[in-house]
């Protein structure tokens, strides 16, 4: 009998980034297809039906849009969040290393497309998107990936995850810094008290998920109403789940192993549980030190990882993908600009930041990747679509200019996947004459 190896946290990360981001492909189209049919009508006002959450005195009002892009997204955020901590505390990003290289790529990737954007367009309207085509898609990415090289070494998969990460940490940043307006300073008052309570959950080491998400919740509702985007919120809420747990490994392996015998010795004979009440006590005890040797921040990513996948990041798409297609673009600067920042700026910037990395001495390529097929990771780095749609849509709110921005970031994103497609392609046949 052959044993079953069970994937490990990487391999199913990559399997539900891959699945999510086909299924991410499919609600894009669909947006695309309604806003270019009879049906368009019908599809923009639907976003726009509002929606009121809260008490009389205390609700909070907008529209199912901005439901999803404000709140919805503050998810998929916090999920970015928590996979950053992982990967800053004990993954590719915890040793400077393991870092180097895909920090260096992601910087060079999100200077030298902004670079490329502002030179299209360097006053006006305009001017305020240059940060859209500094961002990488990891589900699509990945996802591409998957489909373009499932053979890539697990080193490629490694170091686009990487950093397709370190360029959340930079979007975050931008989206911070850059996309966020006229602060209340009252309401953002009271989201430092509760950046507070949420430290001191931390260092009086809570470890039950409740507290903290419940007071993440009225945090994010003062961010969101202190004028800086509720998403960032997600982020900061993230870093203060804590990574430590009630019981070490030590303990929970000789806890399990005695909880294991007592599960035989109660065995009733007919090998059902429903019968033995010995095994069903052993088996909640069993799930209780389980629990205890699970961090937090491992139980949060791992519950959210599913719902971001396959519920917000499609119903982000499809709120947000639908462009009309029809008659001269104006703004074309804009468009121009995107699209030339995701095929041109991204592989340029990662793959030049790379090749300084590691003829410094500072990195070394991963093994199994050449320049040419790192040439060809970086491409399928200018899948832009999630996070360049949604600072275009800080950017620009609605309009012309962001009609124009989201054609860029189709066009250029399906592009860097075409272009990445024949790069590693190419590089696989070279390698194997």
């Known amino acids: 009998m052959v ?14 980034e891959t699945v999510g ?78 870092a180097a290289l895909p920090i260096a790529g992601a910087i060079g990737g999100m200077i030298v497309p902004a670079a490329i954007y502002w030179m299209f367009n360097r006053t006006g309207i305009g001017a305020r998107g240059w940060g859209i085509p500094m961002a990488t898609d990891i589900a699509f990415a990945l996802g591409a990936l998957a489909l373009i090289a499932p053979r890539a070494p697990i080193g490629a998969k490694v170091f686009l995850t990487a950093l ?19 602060i209340a300073w009252s309401a953002l008052g009271n989201a430092a008290v509760l950046l507070l309570i949420l430290i001191g959950l931390n260092a009086t080491r809570v470890s039950h998920l409740w507290p903290y998400l419940l007071v993440g919740i009225v945090f994010w509702y003062f961010v969101h109403e202190s004028g800086i ?30 909880l294991l015998d007592r599960f035989d010795r109660t065995e009733t004979g007919d090998s059902l549980v429903l019968t033995s009440k010995g095994q069903q006590e052993t088996l909640f005890a069993l799930g209780y ?8 921040i491992l139980r949060l990513e791992h519950a959210l990882h599913n719902f971001s996948a396959f519920v917000v990041m499609p119903l982000f798409a499809f ?20 699209l030339a920042g995701l095929i041109i700026g991204k592989p340029l910037g990662i793959t030049a930041a790379a090749f300084v990395a590691v003829k410094s001495g500072i990195a070394k390529l991963p093994d199994g990747i050449s320049w040419r097929s790192l040439l060809g990771y970086a491409w399928l780095a200018g899948i832009g679509f999630t996070m360049s749609l949604f600072i275009a849509m800080l950017a620009f709110g609605e309009g012309r200019p962001v009609n124009a921005a989201k054609l860029g970031i189709l066009a250029g994103s399906l592009l860097a996947g075409i272009i990445a497609a024949i790069v590693l392609k190419t590089a696989a046949r070279t390698k194997t004459c």
Do not use: C
């Open 229 to 258: 985007h509720g998403t960032v919120a997600g982020v900061v809420l993230a870093f203060t789940i804590p990574p430590h747990t009630r019981i070490n490994a030590t303990e929970f392996s000789r806890k399990a192993r005695g």
């Open 289 to 296: 030190t389980s629990e205890g040797a699970t961090a937090p």
């Open 164 to 182: 397709a990460i370190v360029d959340d940490m930079g979007a975050v940043l931008v989206i911070a810094f850059f996309y966020s307006y006229t």
């Open 3 to 16: 044993k079953k190896i069970q994937p490990t946290t990487f391999q199913r990360f990559f399997r539900t």
């Open 319 to 338: 709120a947000n993908a639908g462009v009309r297609i029809s008659g001269p673009v104006q703004y074309a600067s804009i468009g121009i600009g995107v």
């Open 21 to 98: 981001g086909s299924i991410l492909l499919l609600f894009a189209i669909a947006a695309l297809m309604l806003a270019n049919s009879p049906l368009a009508s019908v599809y923009e006002q639907f976003w726009k039906i509002p929606l009121t959450v809260g008490m009389v005195d205390h609700s909070l009002s907008l529209t199912l849009h901005q439901w999803i892009n404000d709140a919805l997204m503050a998810v998929f955020f916090l999920l970015v969040g928590l996979e950053i901590k992982r990967e800053l505390l004990v993954g590719e990003l915890a040793s400077v290393k393991k």
